[in-house]
Every structure is written in C-alpha cells, then in structure tokens.
C-alpha cells in the first residue's frame, strides 16, 4: 500500500467550478508539499504546510495532522489549472528528508 | 538564480551503454535530491545529499545506478550498463533548511534507453 493516497486519480471540471483533491498518508511526517506538473513536465513547489492552512492567490492547502489528511482547493477554475497535481510527504528525520509521492491527480478544466 | 539547471534535457541511447546526468542545485542549497519519475510507479526518491555527503541512498534500483556530488555546485548520476526499464525522466532538486525545506526542481532529463 502506498504510504501517500491522492483521490481522486483523474478529475474534468468546467471553468468556474469549485475544486478539491485529496490526500492522505499513513506516517509521521515533518512537511507535506503540494506540487504541479504541468503537460511540459516542469514542476513547481505550490505549498508546503505542517498545520493549519496556507492561501495563495486562487489555492487553498489545508492539513489536518491527526487525521493524516491534507487537502488542495482551486477556486473560481480555470483552464490554464489544468495540470497534475501530486501530493508528497517529507518524514520526520533531522534535516530535509527525500519526499515520498503519491500519484497524482490529473485535472482537466474546460473552458 | 538561474534555478535548479540539468543536462541533457534527452539523452537517447543503446542498452549496455554508460549513462550520466547532470545536475547543477541553487546556489546556497545544501541538500540536493535525485527523482525518479515512470508511468508505472510514478516519482521516486533515489537518492539525497547533505553537504555533498550522500545521506539516503535505499532508492537506488540497483549497483547499475551510482551517484555523487564532487561539490556543492555538481552532481551526477550515472547508469552503468544501462537498461531499456530505466527509461524514465530524472529529476534533480535542491533545497535548504532557512528556506523551510521547500524543494526546487530541475526541468528534468529524459532518458530513453532503446
């Protein structure tokens, strides 16, 4: 079993529409990152949390430790959101430990 | 920061033959990460320096792959035979503690092994 879970897999939406993807994971960690992969393959860092809840621009990341739960909200969508959207961990160890992924949400916005 | 810089961006090549990638971090960043990236089992770590010291290597596939950071500003990875399953894109990422341990990744390198 995959220690990062990312629901769902694959996700088509109309522009405007409110989005949400989900993450859990099944070890302590120290850090979660969300990451976007657009089709080119570059990846960008878009948040890094440990608690509570990080805004930017039209993202919302929220955590929530106990639950091993993290989410990742796009408001008011767009076309240009459409990306890959991967969830990942960094453990607990001292420093700044490799990340562990999950697989991804694809997401498809139309216009 | 010209940012985190890779090369190739594709290399192609025959199975058995020797391959190396290169990866050059931000300057300032201290710990520089290697990924694995396939359809199948999707981003991977293999392997992460502190200080130019490999600290976790347990990613590594196997003793084809071998890596190292002569300094703090170069890094290679190199297969040596290569294979057609190592067909992948390889990421390079670098980081520091003062920057909360955000990772900035490369444009990767596509590797094809034929």
């Known amino acids: 079993k995959n220690e990062v879970e990312q629901s769902p897999q694959n996700l088509t939406a109309q522009e405007g529409e409110f989005i949400t993807i989900n993450c859990s994971y099944s070890?302590?960690?120290?850090?979660l990152h969300w990451l976007q992969q657009h089709p080119g393959g570059g990846i960008v860092s878009l948040f890094m949390?440990?608690?509570g809840k990080k805004k930017h621009g039209r993202l919302i990341a929220t955590i929530n430790i106990q639950e091993k739960h993290s989410s990742l909200h796009i408001t008011a969508s767009h076309p240009r959101d459409s990306a890959v959207y991967i969830c990942?961990?960094?453990?607990?160890?001292?420093?700044?430990?490799?990340?562990?992924f999950g697989k991804g949400t694809h997401l498809i916005i139309q216009p | 920061d010209a940012g985190v810089i890779q090369s190739p961006r594709h290399e192609v090549t025959e199975m058995g033959q020797e391959v190396t990638l290169r990866c050059k971090p931000i300057?300032?960043?201290?710990?520089l990460f290697w990924y694995r990236q396939t359809m199948m089992r999707g981003l991977e770590l293999l392997i992460y320096f502190n200080n130019n010291v490999p600290i976790d290597d347990s990613g590594m596939p196997e003793d084809r792959f071998s890596a190292k950071m002569p300094n703090a500003s170069f890094s290679t990875l190199k297969i040596q035979p290569s294979e057609p399953r190592d067909s992948a894109v390889y990421f390079c990422?670098?980081?520091?503690?003062?920057?909360?341990?955000?990772?900035?990744f490369g444009p990767g390198t596509r590797l094809t092994v034929l």
């Open positions: 949390l440990s608690s």
């Open positions: 990422a670098s980081s520091t503690p003062s920057g909360g341990g955000e990772q900035f």
């Open positions: 070890v302590g960690i120290s850090a």
């Open positions: 300057s300032g960043h201290d710990y």
């Open positions: 990942a961990v960094r453990g607990r160890g001292g420093g700044a430990d490799g990340l562990t």
